[in-house]
């Protein structure tokens, strides 16, 4: 199982970004999606989740800006941020991970993203 995070990038407070997550390997379509985030010298926290049916639920700090889909036809996981802040300058990862008692989870590689004018 692979999973193909992308769509960092520097960007000016106030603009937007749209991460990717890709996922090979597995049937997609029955994990939850998930966004963490890691900023320097910080612990790595949750900013949005959407289930395999599709319910979202947002960290307060991104809640109006930030927006998790998915489309389980490519895939792929999602992440479109605006209203973006210096405060959300972080290394952003995806994680797929089964709704199930001992779930099944996988990572893919951060992607930077760098809030700065």
């Known amino acids: 199982v692979q999973l193909q995070a992308s769509g960092g990038g520097l960007v000016e407070p106030g603009g937007s970004l749209r991460l990717s997550c890709i996922a090979s390997?597995?049937?997609?379509?029955?994990?939850?999606v998930h966004w963490y985030r890691q900023a320097p010298g910080e612990q790595r926290e949750l900013v949005a989740s959407?289930?395999?049916?599709?319910?979202?639920a947002y960290a307060d700090s991104v809640k109006g800006r930030f927006t998790i889909s998915r489309d389980n036809a490519a895939n792929t996981g999602y992440l479109e941020m605006n209203g973006l802040r210096p405060e959300d300058t972080a290394v952003y990862y995806c994680?797929?991970?089964?709704?199930?008692?001992?779930?099944?989870?996988?990572w893919g590689q951060g992607t930077l993203v760098t809030v700065s004018s």
């Open positions: 994680n797929i991970r089964t709704q199930s008692v001992f779930p099944t989870q996988y």
């Open positions: 390997g597995t049937a997609f379509r029955i994990f939850a």
């Open positions: 959407i289930t395999s049916r599709g319910n979202t």
